[in-house]
């Protein structure tokens, strides 16, 4: 198992960014594929970010392609997306989430363990 916990959320205005981590406990952080997911009120959880286990292979939703950048640091069990020229739509508690299957992917089923989120508000 790995118990997974997210900070560096908060209020921003629009255009500008902040950096999100998620520190994982145990010694098996590099054995699973991680994702980013978000929630806003009222809509279901959806994805936002994938990574592989190495960190090479990285997939992104469209809205947020171009301006998110997820990647992680196995030595230090910590997985981190880089959100630039935020707006308002990109309002919503963002979770970090991990997977033990082979691949990342975009669907949230396959994804057993995760975060309790970390709220990002942005301003218009």
């Known amino acids: 198992q790995v118990q997974l916990v997210e900070s560096g959320g908060g209020l921003v205005q629009a255009g500008g960014s902040l950096r999100l981590s998620c520190v994982a406990s145990?010694?098996?952080?590099?054995?699973?594929?991680m994702g980013w997911f978000r929630q806003a009120p009222g809509k279901q959880r959806e994805f936002v970010a994938s990574i592989s286990r190495s960190g090479t292979g990285t997939s992104y939703a469209d809205s947020v392609n171009g301006r998110f950048t997820i990647s992680r640091d196995n030595a230090k069990n910590t997985l981190y997306l880089q959100l630039n020229s935020l707006k308002p739509e990109d309002t919503a508690v963002y979770y970090c989430?991990?997977?033990?299957?082979?691949?990342?992917?975009?669907?949230?089923?396959?994804?057993?363990?995760w975060g309790r989120g970390t709220q990002v508000t942005v301003s218009s």
């Open positions: 145990g010694r098996t952080f590099r054995t699973y594929a």
């Open positions: 989430a991990a997977t033990s299957a082979a691949a990342a992917s975009a669907n949230r089923d396959t994804y057993a363990y």
